[in-house]
């Protein structure tokens, strides 16, 4: 595009933050503070309306007698196969957990293919027989697709655009902006799983042991909980993209509310552990598919957890912080020598240091 | 984790931080030379633990930050070239030049890579023998080797499409640089643990005498520096200026000899400007005659780049240790790790991004509109 015909970013709703980088960097797709700007700054002033606005993982609206969620998400993930999964399982977990950690159950997906000339037939088939294969686990159809083809050099040999629908359970109100003061903070497992799966095969990392993705469907796990004290649920999220610190800081915002979490109750493999050390990456920033974050009324906490830990994807379940009325819209860490650190939202990707 | 959870308790610190309340008579100085550790005692609040009057002064030890300004343009303008793959270290990519950074010039279209070894990047340049492969080999002492063995290996399998663009800093020039400034306020230093496992520790004891200082060779893990603050400490108290080794399951007092010997074959001394603070003589290393023909800035004839710092930018009092992070006023308002205006404020081991990140000094609203890198 001509350098006149470009778009003046000074008369966007907020001049300051998208004027930094006047092209797309990889950190706007990297789930940190320059995908919030496009969002905000962009797509939230183009397409306004009362379903978009909670900005939640799935837009909830009523329909004919029913309240449905919606979903959507496009996956680009290199190399398509890594230890624990692939593109396949990612493309319906991703948005089945979506639709499930804003208290639906999830139903129908739609499945779009971006295939690059050139890729193997053979691994196409591999990737639809995982997606087969996770929707029936997670109860979900496939109803509609679409393929498309571009040329060799224009496509990382196959990109998956999934979205979903699936209907609101009842009694259950639950969402990022209404978590209060008081509530226990709950994770469902081990953090970082995925990000370093994919980190360790990407860039030929050779650990002594094999960091798998922990990529499943959460709806059964979340189904559960919410059988047992789904009232006391207020907020639950599946901490992907920018990890926990960047879900927890989300958390924080829409409630407005203070974040206190103890570092030393964070479930993290040791695995997971080491390769972030030798990277320099915190776990907390890591991604995660397989994961979801319960904010609960304390006196259900203790039965949420245990409901968490009786399922087999919530083993390492566990309770790691709590909701105050203190430093309201931050994320507070306990370090194990006993200080406070602030964990602020990331810009863009991790980045590993030099040494 | 072996080796790293054991560092890592919080009672035995809590006992130590007590020892040296306990030992403490006078306030004193105490510089860390290394970002590393800097980023370690202000995210585990080690400095919080510490009696009132000890105060840790953050050292130049950041690769990053004292990168010259001219050189990440150059390197900026050799990324851009049709027919190049850049390679870095990941924390370099958000470092700003005068116009860019290096994650601009790969949004434009250039080929910039992160790697994680500069042997990955001879690798690229055997498997592409098209394109010229250019490694910006940054760092102390303690990424040295890698490059090293990098031009050498490239070298011996005759490829002759990688080159390094290098600029090498070392710690003990810096302590010199340090000691001799009339503003100087450090009374002793804890040396980069990760420095001395490569270098050993012999060419510091002639520092501590000529300035009469403490210097401790510290880890990187609160109990290490806890232990490298208190040994300190108890030098200062007692009038004494030596050299210890607090990091002895690392570091030894002759260092990694194979390591050290490739160093010499493959660099020279020379002259360095160091990014806020200036030219230091014989503070880095160049790629010497034998290896001329792999130094990227021979090989690109980058000219006519315009560099300009910002005015508004006091990087180089804060990395010599003559104010903190905060106390620059452009600290968190025009300088923010989402627009920051000097190194210190991008990398993850900057004292800027230090303080930043970890929340000192600033407001949820502050904190709400800008944004981090992580530690």
């Keep these: 595009m001509p350098e006149k015909t470009a778009p003046d970013f000074s008369s966007w709703s907020c001049p300051l933050p998208l004027r930094d980088y006047p092209t797309i960097v990889m950190g706007h797709g990297g789930g940190g503070k320059l995908g919030n700007e496009l969002v905000e700054h962009l797509f939230l002033p183009a397409f306004r309306n009362p379903a978009l606005e909670n900005l939640g993982d799935a837009a909830i609206f009523e329909l004919g007698s029913g309240r449905l969620a919606m979903s959507t998400d496009s996956f680009v993930v290199q190399p398509l196969f890594f230890p624990g999964g692939s593109i396949g399982e990612l493309a319906v977990n991703g948005t089945v957990n979506d639709l499930a950690v804003s208290g639906a159950e999830p139903k129908f997906l739609s499945a779009s293919f971006i295939l690059e000339e050139g890729f193997p037939l053979a691994q196409l088939a591999a990737v639809v027989n995982a997606m087969a294969e996770s929707a029936e686990k997670a109860g979900v159809r496939i109803v509609t697709g679409d393929t498309k083809v571009v040329e060799r050099g224009h496509g990382d040999g196959c990109y998956i655009n999934t979205a979903g629908v699936g209907v609101m359970r009842q009694g259950i109100s639950v969402g990022p902006n209404r978590a209060q003061p008081g509530d226990v903070v709950l994770v469902s497992g081990t953090i970082g799983d995925h990000g370093m799966a994919i980190m360790s095969v990407r860039e030929g990392l050779e650990f002594e042991s094999q960091i798998r993705s922990d990529c499943a469907a959460l709806n059964g796990l979340i189904a559960d909980v919410l059988d047992a004290v789904g009232t006391s649920v207020h907020a639950m999220r599946d901490p992907t993209r920018g990890g926990l610190a960047s879900t927890l800081n989300e958390i924080a915002t829409s409630s407005n509310v203070g974040i206190e979490i103890d570092e030393l109750k964070l479930p993290v493999r040791s695995e997971v552990q080491s390769a972030c050390e030798l990277l320099g990456l915190d776990p907390v920033y890591v991604a995660n598919e397989g994961k979801a974050v319960f904010f609960v009324a304390p006196e259900a906490a203790d039965r949420a957890l245990e409901v968490l830990r009786a399922h087999p994807l919530g083993r390492d379940a566990a309770r790691i912080g709590i909701v105050t009325t203190q430093h309201p819209r931050m994320l507070v860490a306990r370090t194990a020598m006993g200080s406070n650190r602030v964990i602020a939202t990331q810009i863009g990707e991790q980045l590993p240091r030099i040494c | ?375």
Excluded at chain 2, 176 to 202: D, T, Y
Excluded at chain 2, 289 to 300: G, K, S
């Design chain 2, 1 to 375: 984790m072996k080796y790293l959870n054991e560092f890592r308790d919080g009672q035995v610190a809590k006992r130590m931080a007590a020892e040296i309340r306990q030992i403490t008579t006078r306030p004193w100085k105490i510089m860390e030379i290394c970002g590393g550790q800097t980023h370690s005692i202000i995210r585990n609040g080690i400095d919080q633990m510490l009696p009132p009057g000890i105060e840790m002064i953050h050292g130049p030890g950041c690769p990053v930050c004292v990168t010259p300004l001219a050189l990440i343009d150059k390197a900026l303008a050799i990324a851009a070239q049709p027919g190049v793959i850049f390679c870095s270290f990941g924390d370099m990519l958000r470092v700003p030049g005068t116009d860019s950074d290096l994650f601009q010039v790969k949004g434009r279209g250039g080929d910039v890579r992160i790697v994680y070894s500069p042997l990955d990047a001879v690798e690229l340049a055997a498997r592409n023998p098209d394109k010229q492969v250019v490694f910006f080999g940054v760092g102390f002492e303690t990424t040295a080797p890698a490059n090293a063995m990098s031009v050498h290996l490239a070298r011996q399998r005759g490829l002759k499409n990688f080159s390094l663009l290098v600029s090498h800093v070392l710690v003990p020039p810096a302590i010199e640089a340090i000691m001799s400034s009339p503003e100087n306020k450090v009374q002793a230093f804890l040396a980069a643990g990760h420095v001395c496992s490569v270098m050993g520790f012999w060419e510091y004891p002639p520092l501590a005498d000529k300035y009469e200082i403490p210097i401790v060779v510290t880890g990187f893990e609160p109990l290490d520096l806890l232990d490298g603050i208190r040994r300190a400490i108890i030098q200062l108290e007692k009038g004494e200026h030596h050299v210890e080794n607090a990091y002895e399951r690392i570091v030894t007092y002759a260092g990694n000899l194979g390591a050290q010997q490739l160093l010499a074959e493959v660099f020279e001394l020379s002259d360095r400007s160091w990014r806020g603070i200036g030219l230091i003589p014989n503070s880095g290393w160049r790629l010497n005659d034998n290896y001329r023909n792999f130094d990227a800035e021979e090989r690109f004839q980058i000219s006519g780049i315009h560099t300009e710092e910002s005015p508004l930018c006091k990087a180089g009092d804060v990395l010599r240790g003559a104010i903190k992070p905060e106390s620059c006023p452009a600290f968190g308002k025009e300088c923010t790790p989402r627009h920051p205006l000097g190194a210190t404020m991008v990398s993850s081991e900057g004292a800027c991004a230090a303080y930043f990140n970890y929340g000192r000094f600033l407001s949820a609203e502050e904190l709400a509109n800008s944004g981090a890198v992580h530690a």
